[in-house]
């Protein structure tokens, strides 16, 4: 695997489910980030880890609940969300410092029945 | 709160034709400043990132020129190819480190055959 991978590609739950989407990165990257892509919107960022460290929550409700156990593994859990969720959820990885090139995954695409 | 704007919102050219997108933001202190493009259903995939001392960067028919104090960055297209049909996204980046990216609502790109 190369560059920044997102399983599951496609994810439809219901309101009342539990579920996680998965980041992995493959370029030794310091930094990982997840934002929310709505139809009609602009993307907007979600969460930002630094080094594991969270370091922004860009007042994202509680239902969405990120994990970085790692500089290289990201999750997104998911519970009892709103049809209104339903977004593709990129997520991307940086080096961070000087020259910060963020590089994305292919995201998921959430539908929430 | 940085805004970014990007104009025109939609294009559609024969192919040949030298193009300029344009992004304006509100917030001139930026660390730097990323041009993605964006294929339907697709994650972003990079094209260029200008830091905030560069003017402008560029990568084959592609040139990206930067004003921080007016606010502003455009994206050159040369000779555009079918191929080049994509939503563009520019995306300033505030802080040094690790930040996250602010987006806009890109420009939707068509070169007609």
């Known amino acids: 695997e190369t560059g920044v991978t997102q399983t599951p590609r496609h994810l439809v739950m219901g309101m009342t489910n539990k579920k996680s989407l998965k980041c992995e990165q493959h370029l030794g990257h310091n930094a990982m980030y997840w934002y929310k892509q709505s139809a009609k919107k602009p993307l907007e960022l979600m969460f930002v880890y630094n080094f594991k460290e969270q370091t922004e929550n860009n007042s994202v409700p509680s239902r969405f609940s990120p994990e970085c156990p790692n500089s290289s593994h990201l999750f997104l859990h998911l519970h009892t969300l709103q049809p209104e969720d339903s977004a593709l959820y990129l997520c991307a990885s940086s080096q961070g410092g000087t020259s910060n090139e963020q590089f994305f995954g292919p995201g998921t695409r959430l539908t929430v029945l | 709160k940085q805004e970014v704007t990007q104009i025109p919102a939609a294009l559609s050219v024969p192919e040949g034709e030298n193009l300029v997108l344009n992004c304006s933001f509100t917030?001139?202190?930026?660390?730097?400043l990323q041009w993605f493009r964006q294929d339907p259903g697709k994650g972003l995939t990079s094209l260029l990132l200008i830091q905030s001392s560069q003017r402008e960067q560029t990568s084959g028919r592609l040139n990206a020129s930067l004003d921080k104090s007016s606010g502003r960055s455009t994206l050159y297209i040369a000779a555009s190819q079918p191929g080049d049909s994509a939503t563009y996204l520019c995306?300033?980046?505030?802080?040094?480190?690790?930040?996250?990216?602010?987006f806009g609502k890109g420009t939707h790109l068509i070169i007609q055959p």
């Open positions: 995306a300033p980046e505030a802080g040094g480190g690790a930040d996250g990216l602010t």
């Open positions: 917030d001139s202190a930026i660390y730097n």
